[in-house]
C-alpha cells in the first residue's frame, strides 16, 4: 500500500481472487500495481477484465451480492503475455521494452554485484563472461553466478564452470539475439 489508499501493489503469482477482491472493496485505490500479472490465474483475470471494461467491482458469496464503482487504473508488468486471456490484454497499452544494450548490462549488473559483496573485478568479470557466452545473458544470471563464486579463490574457473552449467542443464532452448 503505497500513500492513502492510493495504490496497491501485488505480485500476480501470490493474488488469490478472494484477497485481490478484497483489496478492491476495502481499499479502493486509484492505482492498482500488478507484478509478474502473466501468473495470474485465469479466474482472476476475469475480476480485472470486467473492472477495467465497466469500472464495476462484484462478488457474489453464499447468496450475498457486493458491488462498487471504481475508478481504478490498472497497471501491470508481464514477460510475456502468452498466459493473458486476450480481452484483458486488449485493455492494456502494451509497451515492450527494448533488450539492454552492453553498456547498460554492464552497469546494472556491475551495481547489482557491488550490492551482492564482490569486489569491482569480479563483477566485471561475471558480467563480462555472462553477456559473451549465454545465449540470452540477464542480470538475474549475473547475480546468481555471483553469489555462488563470490568465495572462490579460483573466480575464473568458477565463473567458466558456472557457464557450463547454465548452457548445460539451465537455458538449451534459448539463442541469443542478435539485434543489440
Known amino acids: 500500500m503505497f500513500g492513502e489508499k492510493k495504490a496497491f501493489f501485488t505480485v500476480g503469482g501470490n493474488a488469490s481472487k478472494s484477497g485481490l477482491i478484497d483489496v478492491l472493496f476495502d ?11 502473466e501468473h495470474l490465474k485465469p479466474e482472476y483475470q476475469t475480476t480485472l477484465l470486467s473492472l477495467m471494461e465497466t469500472g464495476i467491482l462484484s462478488q457474489t458469496v453464499h447468496s450475498k451480492v457486493r458491488h462498487v464503482y471504481l475508478k481504478t487504473r490498472i497497471f501491470a508488468t508481464s514477460n510475456g503475455t502468452k498466459k493473458l486471456s486476450d480481452p484483458l490484454l486488449s485493455r492494456f497499452r502494451v509497451m515492450y521494452l527494448n533488450k539492454y544494450e552492453f553498456s547498460q548490462f554492464y552497469e546494472i549488473a556491475v551495481k547489482e554485484l557491488l550490492a551482492e559483496g564482490l569486489d569491482k573485478k569480479a563483477a566485471g568479470e561475471i558480467t563480462i563472461s555472462v553477456w559473451e557466452q549465454l545465449p540470452n545473458p540477464n542480470i538475474r544470471n549475473c547475480v546468481q553466478i555471483g553469489r555462488l563464486v563470490k568465495n572462490e579463490p579460483d573466480i575464473e574457473m568458477a565463473i567458466a564452470d558456472e557457464i557450463h552449467n547454465f548452457k548445460e542443464y539451465g537455458m538449451p532452448q534459448l539463442t541469443r539475439s542478435t539485434d543489440f
Not at 27 to 37: A, N, T
Open 27 to 37: 481499499m479502493q485505490p486509484k492505482y492498482l500495481l500488478v507484478d509478474e500479472i
